[in-house]
């Protein structure tokens, strides 16, 4: 990974502070043209990020807030790697009722993207109830009982109709609030899969009750323990999924 490609959005960008980005990507402020952008350097195949851009600018389109990717001089939305953003102005959501404005904006999410491609390379939870590797997530490297959890938290998702999920949507970190907007950033885990996989959230913004918050608990978090094995973190989402 290198930095040489910013050179490409103009010869006055420069990097201002790095940024919380996780452990894939390399994340700053940066400015553009006297505009103040996100660049993000990772390690993504040129299909992936292809799919990531693609549906941002959809999403743009139909009146989501999401950060947009803003072209180099060429007109490429990405090169190596790199990849420059609009700047979401705003702050992380903090009491119930700004959970539940988040809940709105990921059914939106979901509703404008029925049908929509799977992202190049991932597999969603019910396919994995027959397949081991998917991106991130490899079934083969958890111990047989903890797949078996999994396999059985997905299994009651089978036969639901699946969009885009943001993926990440319950870390504060990944929303930018005003008064006037939701913002979904930090599309890393986003993917075709079911969408109750979203709407895990704190206060249960999304008002989910009974058997349906069941089983969209026990789904995300054999999601989550899947995707991160084997930090704690993993182990600690593990423990709620009920045995089998």
């Known amino acids: 990974m290198s930095w040489d490609a910013l050179a490409l959005w103009g010869h006055e960008v420069t990097r201002i502070e790095p940024l919380a980005g996780g452990s894939s990507n390399d994340v700053w ?3 553009v043209d006297g505009r103040l ?3 993000r350097l990772g390690k993504r195949s040129d299909a992936d990020l292809a799919w990531e851009a693609e549906l941002l600018q959809y999403l743009d389109r139909n009146g989501l807030a999401v950060p ?6 060429d007109g490429r939305l990405f090169v190596n790697g790199l990849v420059v953003m609009d700047y979401m102005e705003g702050g992380p959501p903090e009491t119930a009722s700004d959970w539940r404005r988040v809940a709105d904006t990921l059914r939106e999410l979901h509703r404008l ?6 992202r190049p390379g991932w597999k969603s ?3 994995l109830l027959s397949l081991e590797k998917g991106t991130r997530i490899d079934l083969a490297a958890m111990p047989a009982e903890a797949v078996l959890r999994c396999r059985a938290a997905w299994k009651r998702l089978e036969g639901r109709e699946t969009c885009v999920v943001h993926g990440n949507p319950n870390n504060p970190g990944n929303v930018r609030m005003t008064a006037g907007r939701v913002a979904l ?3 890393d885990e986003a993917h075709v899969d079911v969408p109750v996989l979203d709407l895990v959230l704190p206060h249960n913004g999304a008002g989910l009750e009974g058997a349906e918050h069941d089983i969209a608990a026990q789904a995300s978090a054999a999601w989550e323990a899947a995707v991160c094995w084997k930090d704690d973190y993993a182990v600690e989402r593990l423990a709620e999924v009920r045995a089998v």
């Open 185 to 187: 950033i930090d599309w």
């Open 125 to 127: 939870s019910t396919d």
């Open 68 to 73: 947009v990717p803003i072209p180099a001089l």
């Open 29 to 31: 402020s940066v400015r």
């Open 113 to 118: 993207t029925k049908g929509w491609a799977q």
């Open 37 to 39: 952008a996100v660049a």
